[in-house]
């Protein structure tokens, strides 16, 4: 039996190798995944989920202003990099994909999509990628996916992209990513999942390339994971917006902001933190005493922590009035 399974295992290696796909170094990428454009704000995003160890590490590329790849089954990592140095000199989506896929010898176990800026998709499934297994392409999306348990799959991503046309984009994409695993989804079951989201314009600040990078690299439910981390990622959108908004000296921006942020998430100590300081900066010291209260009864750094921001200038309030929250 032991013989057997070895025979076979080396007839597998065999096979792959005279393709030009190494076992040990192509990664086993088999997943579903959906690349997207938001037609209103011109952002684009890749998702993908997958019974595989850290998928979003592989699977996922964007570049702001130029598009996204999604590459996956036997992935070959260098359709990212190459497809968005192709699209990033004007070549569309679908002629990039053909250049890559033509001098790929290993494209019969690839499975790759790609959009452009412009709102281009081009998908592409090799023919020894285990079914179930298929590519579909729609306005401004590419949804794709191998090794399901059914062929339902990929018309359940398709359809869900579409019906959650008034949602922002990264979250229509993990409506996407939910309504696969709904359908049936991985037929090995569930391990990683990632989102990525980038801008509608170039921008050489590497930093700013990304709106959106969350990763679930090994949760029992990582779609469900990555939704929440979603909304993490919203909420500390509004805690920026309220920093920023100190640095300019409007308070009254940043209060908003910083409850806002609390609201979706009212048991961060940080969120509540920063709600009592811009409510102190604005002149509410009895507003803000109670809030402040609740955070030093949970965690004594806190108190700590607000007799440090006076000399930097992010509270400005008297010694009298630090004295009056801190006792």
Request: glycine share 8%; aromatic share 8%; proline share 3%.
């Amino acid at each position: 039996m032991n013989r057997l399974l070895l025979f076979f295992c080396f007839l597998s290696i065999t096979s792959l190798s005279s393709q030009n796909i190494n076992a040990e170094k192509d990664a086993f990428a088999h997943t579903y995944s959906i690349v997207a454009r938001d037609t209103v704000t011109g952002e684009m995003a890749v998702g993908v989920q997958s019974h595989w160890f850290s998928v979003g590490s592989i699977v996922s590329w964007g570049k702001a202003g130029v598009g996204v790849v999604a590459t996956q089954s036997f992935v070959n990592p260098a359709y990212g990099p190459e497809g968005l140095e192709l699209m990033a000199s004007g070549v569309s989506a679908e002629q990039a994909l053909t250049q890559l896929v033509e001098k790929d010898e290993g494209r019969a176990f690839r499975q790759i999509a790609f959009l452009d800026a412009n709102g281009n998709v081009s998908g592409f499934t090799g023919k020894n990628c285990v079914e179930a297994a298929e590519d579909l392409q729609g306005k401004n999306f590419s949804v794709q996916a191998n090794m399901m348990i059914n062929d339902k799959v990929v018309p359940a991503m398709a359809e869900a992209f579409v019906q959650y046309s008034d949602y922002p984009l990264a979250e229509r994409v993990v409506e996407a990513l939910k309504a696969a695993q709904e359908a049936g989804g991985d037929i090995r079951g569930k391990q990683s999942a990632a989102l990525i989201v980038v801008g509608p314009e170039r921008t050489d600040k590497s930093w700013e390339d990304k709106k959106i990078d969350l990763r679930v690299d090994d949760h029992e439910n990582p779609i469900q994971e990555l939704s929440r981390l979603l909304k993490v990622a919203r909420a500390y959108e509004h805690m920026n917006k309220g920093d920023l908004a100190v640095e300019a000296g409007d308070m009254e921006k940043a209060l908003k902001e910083y409850g806002t942020a609390e609201k979706m998430f009212p048991e961060n100590l940080e969120m509540k933190f920063w709600k009592a300081v811009a409510l102190a900066n604005s002149g509410r010291i009895e507003d803000a005493k109670p809030i402040f209260n609740i955070v030093f009864e949970a965690d004594k750094n806190w108190k700590e922590m607000i007799t440090r921001l006076p000399p930097s200038g992010i509270l400005t309030i008297s010694e009298a009035e630090l004295k009056e929250i801190t006792e």
